[in-house]
Structure formats: structure tokens, C-alpha cells
């Protein structure tokens, strides 16, 4: 097993006594702390969204970070304990702004034709929990930021990457208390991501961004959570990452500490350039070349023809179950081939870049 992997057994009473015993003392120790994320919600398991639960699952299983098998999703109490996101049979905010349709978490998303906020183009508002949020954030860039810029399929799988770091950590630094929503705004020169929660007192972005400080997080619980489906490492390293990613892939990054919050910024010039030996737009990456399997490349193949792919398109071209199909069309998602937009039984997935299929 690996050295991080916790595994989840079906537990016996002695299992369950100790279990208990430590869940307990973790509620006593946070008696006193008055986070956000510690209070009892509304919500009960019985609330907790199908889809993005078992969408959390399989990330996890992905990251190796807990070992979970394929039978666990029904025994959802019992994990959300082992998170410490549950007291009694209601979640705690924390379980509820990741799995449940709650309004504590809200996006604002602008497009404005100019470098300062008076002529808007566009806006969007979503409420939700934060993962189909970033979801979200992530469709509202793909659509707007890089339209007729041409910029090489490359930069933007190196640019996608990047962003789900920046609004997976603009969610898990928020302060939720604040009546203040996050917000993605994209502007003629640059791209602004911003969370509201003040940047820890006493400390620069700069002290973070070079990797030598310990966390101090705004919500332990969520960053717990996140760890352990792979949207974080733990260990405060987040802009670090970024930084460094930025860096690789010659993108243009600034921080801004403000008032009642804390914005990454992308500048437009490293971004937004036009491909030279690929004039037609077409992405000259070959199928060969890239980790497919061969129910994934089913996939592609289909898209090379077609502008979106459902569910049930998945399951009659690949001849596997609703599951199966579901979780090879999120891991194109997660390999960054493919987008995914609409909810339920109207969820679709189209390709994010061109593939050219080799003979």
C-alpha cells in the first residue's frame, strides 16, 4: 500500500468503537473553534448529490491517496466520517458546499470589452457546490478567454492544468463567512481569479510562492477532502505549484493581495499566441503519442465526427455500463481532452482540442 493510502475495511465493532472514539475527540477539540466549515448544515447524507459524489470517489481512486473499492459509493456515512464531515446524521458545512446543492458557495463570471470594469459584455452567476463550480469557471474560460486567439493546443493543456490549481485553491482559501462570492473575470488584457478570505496575516504571496512555508488553512476540513481526491497536496504548496507550472509553460503570473480577499492574475501576452506551424487550427498531436486507452480512443474517434457525446452514446459505442461509461468519459475530462457542460441526464462532453487520428 502506499505510504499516504488509508484504507476503508468494512469495520468491526472494535473498528467502529475506536472510529467513534476518534471522532469524537475531534468534535470535542473543535467545541471551541468557531469555523465555518465545523457547523452543523441543513443538509443530510440523504441530500448529498449522486453524481458528484461518485465523481469525488473515483478521483480518489485515481489520486491513491485512500483506498476505496468499487462497491464504497453506497457506503457514503461511513467515508464522510472518516473525513470528519459529518456530526450525527447531518454534514457539517464543509460535506455540504462539496456534495450538496446549498447556496453557501457562489461564482461570479464577467467579460468586459475593455482593462477596467465599465463596459460588460458578459455575466454569469452560479450557485453551487464547489466542485461543479470550478467546472463551471473552467467551461466560462475555455469559451471566452481564448476565442480567435489561435493560442497552440500546448499552452492551453498547460493553461487548464494551472487553472484548476488556481480555482481549486481560490475555493478551499475562501472565507465563507463573507458575503462576497468568488469571481473569474476576464478583461481585454488579462484573466483575474478571485476568492474572498484576506491572504494569512503577516505573510506575502511571495513567501508561499517559493515553497518554504507551513499552511495555515482557512478550512482544514475541504483541504482535507481535496487532498484526498488529488485537487490538492496538503501541504500549502499550492501557489508554489503554480508558480512553477506558470514558469514551465512561459505564462505570465501576478498575485494581488486586496482589501477583503486575494486575486491570481494572467496576463494575456504569453497566452494568446498564434500557432505558426499549424495555420489551420488543427492540433497535430497523434492519437499514438498520447495515453489512450482503446474505449477512449472509441471516444475520440466518435467526437472527430460529432459535436458532443452523451452517456448513452458512450455506452452504445463502447458496450459498457452506464458507470463504466461515465468514468471513461470524466477521466477524458480529467486528461483534459475532453469539457463537460449541462447536469443529470442532460450532462454532454465535447473535445477541447483537435486530435489528428494517424492511419
Not at 464522510?80 to 446543492?101: P, T, W
Not at 514558469?247 to 480577499?261: C, H, N, P, T, Y
Request: hydrophobic share 35%; proline share 2%.
Amino acid at each position: 500500500m502506499h505510504v499516504n493510502q488509508v484504507r476503508i475495511n468494512r469495520r468491526t465493532e472494535t473498528d467502529k468503537s475506536t472510529q467513534d472514539a476518534g471522532m469524537n475527540q475531534h468534535n470535542k477539540q473543535c467545541e471551541n473553534v468557531d469555523l465555518w466549515e465545523e457547523r452543523v448544515s441543513e443538509w443530510c447524507v440523504s441530500d448529498i448529490r449522486e453524481d458528484i459524489f461518485e465523481d469525488y470517489l473515483e478521483r480518489i481512486r485515481r489520486s491513491g491517496r485512500l483506498e476505496i473499492g468499487s462497491g464504497d459509493a453506497g457506503r457514503r456515512k461511513e467515508i464522510l466520517e472518516h473525513l470528519f464531515l459529518l456530526r450525527g446524521d447531518h454534514l457539517k458545512n464543509a460535506g455540504a458546499v462539496l456534495f450538496c446543492d446549498n447556496s453557501d458557495c457562489e461564482l461570479q463570471m464577467a467579460v468586459f470589452a475593455g482593462t477596467d470594469r465599465d463596459e460588460l459584455q458578459k455575466t454569469r452567476r452560479r450557485r453551487g457546490n464547489v466542485f461543479e463550480l470550478v467546472n463551471a469557471a473552467e467551461q466560462f474560460v475555455r469559451e471566452n478567454y481564448f476565442t480567435d486567439t489561435g493560442t497552440a493546443v500546448d499552452r492551453r493543456r498547460d493553461f487548464d492544468g494551472i487553472l484548476h490549481e488556481v480555482l481549486i485553491n481560490s475555493f478551499c482559501h475562501r472565507d465563507f463567512n463573507s458575503r462576497q462570492c468568488n469571481e473569474v473575470l476576464i478583461f481585454a488584457d488579462r484573466m483575474e481569479v478571485y476568492n474572498p478570505g484576506n491572504f494569512p496575516e503577516a505573510y506575502e504571496p511571495e513567501d508561499y510562492a517559493g515553497g518554504g512555508r507551513r499552511p495555515v488553512k482557512r478550512n482544514p476540513l475541504l483541504d482535507r477532502a481535496l487532498y484526498y481526491s488529488g485537487d490538492t497536496n496538503g501541504l500549502g504548496m499550492g501557489l508554489h505549484r503554480i508558480v512553477k507550472a506558470c514558469e514551465k509553460a512561459g505564462i505570465d503570473l501576478e498575485f494581488r493581495k486586496e482589501d477583503l480577499g486575494f486575486a491570481v492574475i494572467f496576463r494575456n501576452g504569453c497566452l494568446q499566441e498564434e500557432m505558426q506551424a499549424n495555420p489551420d487550427g488543427v492540433d497535430l498531436c497523434s492519437t499514438k503519442s498520447v495515453d489512450l486507452t482503446a474505449k477512449e480512443m472509441m471516444i475520440i474517434t466518435y467526437l472527430q465526427t460529432h459535436e458532443d457525446i452523451t452517456n448513452a452514446a458512450a455506452r452504445k459505442i463502447t458496450g459498457v455500463g452506464t458507470t463504466a461509461a461515465r468514468n471513461l468519459l470524466n477521466g477524458l475530462v480529467a486528461k483534459r481532452y475532453l469539457a463537460a457542460s449541462g447536469e443529470h441526464r442532460g450532462r454532454k462532453y465535447h473535445l477541447i482540442q483537435s486530435i489528428k487520428l494517424l492511419p
